[in-house]
């Protein structure tokens, strides 16, 4: 597990905001996942990983927040050249609201057993509280009973080269949202 904080400089996570913003209030964008309550549209996920999802809003982004995520993680040497244009990817953005948590799973779309295909990203858009729950939590291999937590902090980016086990603690405060962006790239783009 990479974790790198301050991932985009100030100018950057400013575009960033800004775009996420205007992306989501186009209505297109935004997922569903099975089990939510609201009206489901075309874009609907079923990940049984993901409970508590009444409260939470899910939107696909393929524009400016998109472009702005990759050219930081070919900045970084992270994603190769080759990768910032092919765009074989997925971006999501994440408003969880309690009572959301995720179970352990992993990200890549391989058959037990084959060759990791995709690993994913989580870049943190807001600060957030130890006792708010919602913490990113991983283990080394999906048997272990001892794993590690990571508090949500703004401009933090977690890279999951491995595709190591992980999930999401309960969010407990219902008074707040835990923001995020989902990355999933395939591995053969990274450096």
């Not at 996420?20 to 935004?30: P, R, V, W, Y």
């Not at 794993?147 to 977690?158: L, M, S, V």
């Not at 923001?179 to 790239?185: H, N, P, Y």
Request: net charge negative.
């Amino acid at each position: 597990m990479k974790i790198i904080d301050n991932f985009f400089s100030d100018t950057q996570f400013s575009k960033l905001i800004n775009s996420l913003e205007t992306e989501i209030k186009d209505k297109k964008c935004e997922l569903y996942y099975y089990g939510q309550t609201h009206a489901p549209n075309e874009l609907q996920f079923d990940e049984t990983e993901h409970e508590g999802l009444e409260h939470c809003r899910y939107y696909r982004l393929i524009g400016d927040t998109l472009t702005i995520t990759l050219q930081a993680l070919h900045e970084q040497g992270i994603i190769t050249e080759e990768g910032l244009k092919a765009k074989d990817c997925m971006l999501k953005y994440h408003a969880n609201r309690a009572p959301y948590r995720a179970k352990f799973h992993k990200d890549g779309l391989y058959e037990q057993g084959s060759k990791l295909d995709y690993i994913g990203m989580t870049v943190f858009l807001n600060d957030w509280e130890i006792e708010d729950g919602g913490l990113f939590i991983y283990k080394e291999n999906a048997g272990d009973t001892v794993g590690t937590f990571i508090q949500p902090k703004k401009n933090r980016i977690i890279i999951n080269p491995l595709d190591l086990p992980h999930a999401v603690t309960q969010i407990l405060n219902p008074l707040v949202v835990r923001k995020s962006l989902q990355f999933f790239i395939n591995v053969e783009h990274l450096m």
